[in-house]
């Protein structure tokens, strides 16, 4: 049987289909979890240079599927290696998390690099040996950040519980901001027609830091910029599967999915379960979107909501997961539980 007639039951979910079980994946699920992620990070010296480096790259982006029966393998990356292939400075300091020079309206116009897609290369390698490792029937996930959430970053230089450096310079600066989401829409489509080229089967968009905006903002920020990215990959990829992770998205959440063109819509853990069921169309997929907490804490408080979430989207294509990604300190062993439970019931 030759690996293109095997079904994978996430990629069916994605595109539409019902599964006789939800397909499982974790956000975060290659990370700081797992003690053999924390070895080859020790290795790899700093974080991007894990990210660039195929080999190590590819390793930890396996390594989760090796311990639990999980439906896809996601990309090991980051979003901010877009900004780093634009030609800013990108850097991940100890215990800081990501540190960028900001950019203004004065600088962003020098932002652009004839080789964007060649500082990428790394990447695509690794998604290619990712997809020589992987099992027929696994999925294979690439990823990149939404225009908002990447910028976000880019104009503070580092993440902000409100992102209001970033909000202020859309107000004061809408032409230098217009410009940025422009840039960067551009280079989301490049760089997501590259995955895929390099064998990703579906792809995600982390509109993270989507939960400050007011309804105006929102429809200019986050779904004009989504919608533009997948209409602009479809161009190239005809029918690409894209699910879109639109965390904080509240009562905005159909109006994303109407407008965006999105396949499956992740809920992050905020949402009521029966909200989303009311509020997207009939038969729209889901991904999603148990507390990561929850995960930490186990037992049969995980267990009871893990079913609720179940029960609550068996009418429709759903593809499990947590509503944010996973944090360090969970117990390998709630992990395994909770794969369990999803694929055995």
């Known amino acids: 049987m030759s690996p293109e007639s095997v079904a994978k039951p996430l990629l069916g979910a994605v595109r539409g289909e019902r599964q006789a079980r939800p397909p499982i994946w974790i956000m975060r699920q290659a990370g700081r979890y797992l003690p053999e992620y924390?070895?080859?990070r020790e290795k790899a010296g700093g974080f991007l240079d894990l990210c660039y480096t195929p080999e190590l790259a590819a390793e930890v982006t396996l390594q989760p599927l090796r311990r639990f029966p999980l439906d896809?393998?996601?990309?090991?990356?980051?979003?901010?290696?877009?900004p780093d292939a634009l030609g800013q400075n990108v850097r991940f300091e100890v215990g800081e998390g990501p540190r960028l020079d900001p950019v203004d309206a004065e600088t962003i116009d020098r932002l652009g690099k004839a080789d964007f897609l060649g500082h990428l290369a790394p990447v695509f390698e690794t998604l290619r040996r990712v997809k020589a490792g992987l099992a027929p029937e696994k999925t294979l996930i690439g990823f990149c950040g939404s225009p908002w959430t990447v910028a976000t970053y880019m104009l503070a230089g580092r993440g902000t519980t409100d992102q209001a450096p970033a909000r202020l310079f859309a107000l004061r600066h809408p032409e230098a901001f217009e410009t940025l989401i422009d840039l960067?829409?551009?280079?989301?489509?490049?760089?997501?027609?590259?995955?895929?080229?390099?064998?990703?089967?579906v792809?995600?968009?982390?509109?993270?830091w989507a939960l400050n905006l007011d309804e105006t903002a929102f429809r200019a920020q986050v779904i004009e910029p989504n919608r533009r990215i997948v209409e602009g990959v479809r161009a190239r990829v005809p029918n690409a599967p894209i699910i879109g992770f639109p965390r904080g998205a509240a009562g905005m959440i159909?109006?994303?999915?109407?407008?965006?063109g999105v396949n499956l819509v992740g809920l992050d853990y905020a949402t009521p379960l029966d909200f989303a069921r009311k509020a997207l169309p009939s038969g729209f997929g889901v991904q999603g979107n148990l507390d990561p907490?929850?995960?930490?804490?186990?037992?049969?408080?995980?267990?009871?909501?893990?079913?609720?979430?179940?029960?609550?989207?068996a009418d429709r294509p759903h593809v499990f997961n947590l509503g944010h990604g996973i944090v360090p300190e969970t117990p390998i062993a709630h992990v395994e539980r909770l794969v369990s439970l999803v694929k055995e019931g």
Request: hydrophobic residues 60%; without cysteine; proline residues 0%.
């Open 203 to 208: 792809v995600q968009l982390f509109e993270s």
């Open 184 to 201: 960067l829409v551009a280079s989301s489509i490049d760089y997501l027609v590259a995955q895929f080229e390099a064998g990703a089967d």
């Open 254 to 260: 159909a109006e994303y999915v109407a407008k965006t």
């Open 72 to 82: 896809a393998a996601i990309l090991f990356s980051d979003i901010l290696v877009i």
């Open 293 to 313: 907490l929850r995960v930490v804490a186990g037992g049969a408080q995980m267990e009871d909501r893990a079913r609720e979430i179940i029960a609550a989207f």
């Open 38 to 40: 924390r070895a080859v």
